[in-house]
């Protein structure tokens, strides 16, 4: 069984950062591709960043050059770094894994507002 526990959400300003992280129980997380989606009120969810086992990560368009994935399989966490935020982040954030099924953390909040 897998446990995903995200945390670091908050209320920003526009250009503001916040670090998300993504907390895993399970053995099987340093083998595992961990991905961070997002989603708006009445938007559909979507990939933000991922990062595979071996550390090469992808980023959504809309978010490179600002955010940065990265994990600590010694740790299990995962972590977002989002710079030069802007109000279309708002959003909350969840943490994703896929073995046999698809495992989903809560979700933690994002929002980007003066």
């Known amino acids: 069984q897998v446990q995903l526990v995200e945390s670091g959400g908050g209320l920003v300003q526009p250009g503001g950062s916040l670090r998300l992280s993504c907390a895993a129980s399970?053995?099987?997380?340093?083998?595992?591709?961990i991905e961070w989606y997002r989603q708006a009120p009445g938007k559909q969810r979507e990939l933000v960043a991922r990062?595979?086992?071996?550390?090469?990560?992808n980023y959504a368009d809309s978010v490179k050059g600002r955010f940065t994935i990265s994990r600590d399989n010694g740790k299990n966490t995962v972590h977002l770094q989002m710079n030069s935020l802007k109000p279309e982040d708002t959003a909350v954030y969840y943490c994703?894994?896929?073995?046999?099924?698809?495992?989903w953390g809560q979700g933690t909040q994002v929002t980007v507002s003066s």
């Open positions: 994703h894994l896929f073995w046999i099924r698809d495992f």
């Open positions: 399970g053995s099987i997380f340093s083998s595992s591709t």
């Open positions: 990062i595979y086992s071996g550390g090469s990560t």
